[in-house]
């Protein structure tokens, strides 16, 4: 059994604090401050330039990237890190359409992130020729897939309402009809046992910044099934994607393999504080955290709707319909995620009248649960969320 008393000891969370928005940035793990210390001092201080080799920074992006892959039962040396996370997508997209050329659909939901969908219409809008983005609402994607769709693209969990899709059977249908398929996992990774190569999914994405707690702006992985790594095409040509970037050819040549997916200069202190949170993960069973996240979102769920009628619940009961976030709703959600936050309760206010709370057992237990559920309770039973001062609208919501 995972000991998850160990796990959280490795995050330095504030005093005071019950961190329920793990799923949006994860916290700090408390080794990844010294790492990176040591990669500004040691590293770039001490060696400068000489860190691209004495260092191993370059090959970080991809000795990462197998960490990575593991977490998300994919086949090493297939996944590698850079950039962010809407490069990623679009990457994907524009080598899975190539590798799908009689074909101009590409079918996606309503519940997907907007990022991904504005990637896929600016891609589009690129290409032109008759290429063009479907949406449906995410029940209804199955049966729309026919021969027409050239990629399936899908964000595995929706960001909102926390439903899953089923990866397996989905990747299995689009295949049937001559669909290649791309799995965003940006609320997967980290948070539950992922089965790319069991499902034979064509292309994965995600970040790295949300359940994996590489800090803000850490970079995204792309994952290129083997079946595809050395015909899949970069629409983002790169020079560290090059075959030779050292050769300076004025020809772009990709590299064989996942390599080819590289574009520039990796995010080198970025990467040490991802290497420092991966360290995280090397006792944790994933089937283990999956049970746990399940417990706590039961709890946080039969908490809630017990003392509060007026939150209507916005994520599938059934464990298998869903991610490791709960949301419900109402029309004062923002008022009330402020007032919870003021309280220390950090969750999420999600556009137009979600409250979004993450359940990651890494650093969360039963008590941070019961604690969240008073605090959300006394808010609304005291309608404390009327104060005006939890009205007014930050940029970052
Ligand atoms: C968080 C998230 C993003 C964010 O993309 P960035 O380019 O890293 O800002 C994109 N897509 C999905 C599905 C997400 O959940």
Redesign the pocket.
Known sequence: MTDFTATKAMFDLPQGITYLDGN?LGPLPRTAAARVARSVTDEWGQMLIGGWNRAGWMDLPRSLGDRIAALIGAEAGHVVLG???????YQALASALELNPDRRVILSDTG??P??LYMAEGLCRTLGDGYRLKTLAPEDVAGAIDDSVAVLML?EVD?RTGRRHDMRALTRAAHEAGALVIW?L??SAGAFPVDLAGCGVDFAVG?T??YLNSGPGGP?FIYVSPRHADAARPALSGWLGHEAPFAFDLEYRPSAGIDRMRVGTPPILQLAALEAALDVWRDVDLNDLRSASQALMDQYIAGVEDACPDLILATPRDHGMRGSQVSFRHPQAYAIMQAMIARGVVGDFRAPDVIRCGFTPLFLGAGDVARAVAVICDIMQNRLWENPAYQTRAKVT
């Not at 950039?83 to 997508?89: E, F, G, P, R």
């Open positions: 949006s950039d962010t996370l809407s490069i990623k997508v997907n992130f990022s991904d964000t960001y965003d940006a609320h970040c910044y949300k995204a």
